[in-house]
C-alpha cells in the first residue's frame, strides 16, 4: 500500500479516544470518518481529529475514503456492525470481544477469508514491550523448558469507580470476559493454544452498590459470576491456572507467571503496553528486572492497526488475528459451561501461536522492523 490505511470508526464511547490518538500519532493510519447513534458524540471526536467527519453508520459503511471499520460497539453489536463492515468491503477492527457466540464469532471470520478481508480483534496490548521482552525471554530459554504458568486480576469490582458499572454484571461481561481476554491472549500468545479447561464461578452478592456519579447509591443486579478460576490444559501439555476476580479488596498475587525447569519469568500486566519483565533463574540472589528486548514501545490502544497496514503491506498475517480471538472466546466460554456441568471441557477450536514482535524503533516518525 502507498497510501495510509484509511480507518472510519463505529462508537464514539470514551475507549474511542485512545484508539484516535494513536491512529492521528502513526503515518501508516489515517482517521477519516466516526460514526455513533449519538451524533453528539461523533460530532465531538471528529473534530478534535481533523480531517475526520462525523457520519451516519450507513455513510461510513458506503465511503470509499474508509478501508478498515474499528468496532467499538456494545459486544452485544459487534457480530452486527462486523458484518455490515465486511459486506460493505471493509476490513474490521474489532474491540474485545470479537463475538458474544462462538458461532457467530465463527461465521464473521469465514465470511471474511470468503470475501479475502481481513478480521483483527483486540486486545492488541500484547504487542508492547512488556508482553513481548517476556515472549523473548521464554522463546531464548530463559527459564529453561516451560512447565506451568499462572495468572492473575483482582479488584473490589468496578462500582468503586465507575459511574454506571451494570454493564460490568451483566451476560457478556464480568471478570473473565472484561478482563480475560487480555490474560489469556497472552498465555495463548506464550504458551500457545489451550484443549481442555476447567472451570469453577462464584459472586459474591446479588447486587453493587454505584459509589460514584450521577448514579450513586444505585444498586444494580449482579447476573453473572464475580469470582471465576480455571484451571487451563494447552496442546503442547503444560497447564496454567487463571484467576479472575471483582471480589478481591486487596491482593499481592503476580500478574503472569512462567515457571521453567531453570527460573521463573515474571510477565507485567497485559492490560498495558509497558511494564516491568524480571527474570529470577535457578542459583541467583533474586528477581532481576529486563531492559526492553521486543515489542512496541511508547504506544496505546490501536497499536494493532498498525500491525494490520503493515500486513496488508507486505501480504502476511496480522498477529491481533480474529483466528486467536475466536480461540480466547471458545476458551471463555467453554470456562463457563465447565462451570455449569462440573466437569472438564475440551476446547473446540484451536489457532496458531502468533509470531513475535522485534523490539520497533522510529525513523521520521514512523515504525520499522515491523514484520
Request: aromatic fraction near 6%.
Amino acid at each position: 500500500m502507498g497510501r495510509p490505511l484509511n480507518i472510519g470508526i463505529i462508537g464514539a464511547g470514551t475507549i474511542s479516544r485512545r484508539y484516535a490518538r494513536t491512529i492521528a500519532d502513526r503515518p501508516e493510519l489515517n482517521l477519516t470518518a466516526v460514526a455513533d447513534l449519538v451524533e453528539d458524540r461523533a460530532t465531538e471526536l471528529a473534530a478534535a481529529y481533523p480531517p475526520a467527519t462525523a457520519r451516519s453508520v450507513g455513510e461510513l459503511l458506503s465511503s470509499e475514503d474508509v478501508d478498515v471499520v474499528v468496532n467499538l460497539t456494545i459486544p452485544a453489536a459487534h457480530t452486527g456492525v462486523s458484518m455490515a463492515a465486511l459486506r460493505a468491503g471493509k476490513h474490521v477492527y474489532v474491540e474485545k470481544p470479537l463475538a458474544l457466540d462462538v458461532a457467530e464469532a465463527g461465521a464473521v471470520l469465514d465470511f471474511a477469508e470468503g470475501r479475502g478481508l481481513r478480521v483483527a480483534c483486540a486486545p492488541d496490548t500484547v504487542l508492547g514491550t512488556g508482553f513481548q521482552t517476556a515472549r523473548h525471554l521464554l522463546d531464548a530459554g530463559a527459564v529453561g523448558d516451560a512447565v506451568a504458568a499462572t495468572a492473575f486480576w483482582t479488584s473490589p469490582g468496578h462500582e468503586t469507580w465507575h459511574p454506571d458499572p451494570a454493564f460490568y454484571y451483566q451476560p457478556g461481561a464480568g471478570p473473565l470476559f472484561d478482563m480475560g481476554p487480555y490474560y489469556l491472549t497472552a498465555l495463548i500468545s506464550l504458551l500457545g493454544p489451550v484443549e481442555q479447561v476447567f472451570g469453577a464461578g462464584s459472586r459474591a452478592t446479588d447486587t453493587r452498590t454505584v459509589g460514584s456519579g450521577p448514579r450513586q447509591g444505585d444498586r444494580v443486579p449482579v447476573e453473572v459470576d464475580t469470582h471465576v478460576s480455571a484451571l487451563l490444559r494447552h496442546e503442547s501439555g503444560l497447564v496454567s491456572t487463571l484467576m479472575v476476580s471483582f471480589d478481591v479488596a486487596a491482593s499481592r498475587l503476580p500478574r503472569i507467571e512462567v515457571y521453567g525447569t531453570a527460573g521463573t519469568l515474571s510477565v507485567p500486566d497485559p492490560n498495558a503496553f509497558d511494564g516491568s519483565c524480571e527474570l529470577w533463574r535457578s542459583g541467583s540472589d533474586g528477581w532481576v528486572e529486563q531492559h526492553p528486548q521486543a515489542g512496541a514501545p511508547d504506544t496505546e490502544r490501536g497499536y494493532g492497526l498498525v500491525d494490520l497496514a503493515d500486513a496488508l503491506a507486505h501480504d502476511r498475517e496480522h498477529r491481533a488475528s480474529g483466528r486467536l480471538a475466536l480461540h480466547v472466546l471458545d476458551v471463555m466460554r467453554s470456562v463457563l459451561t465447565s462451570n455449569e456441568t462440573g466437569s472438564g471441557v475440551r476446547v473446540a477450536s484451536t489457532c496458531a501461536r502468533p509470531p513475535a514482535l522485534p523490539l520497533q524503533t522510529t525513523t521520521d516518525g514512523g515504525l520499522v522492523g515491523t514484520t
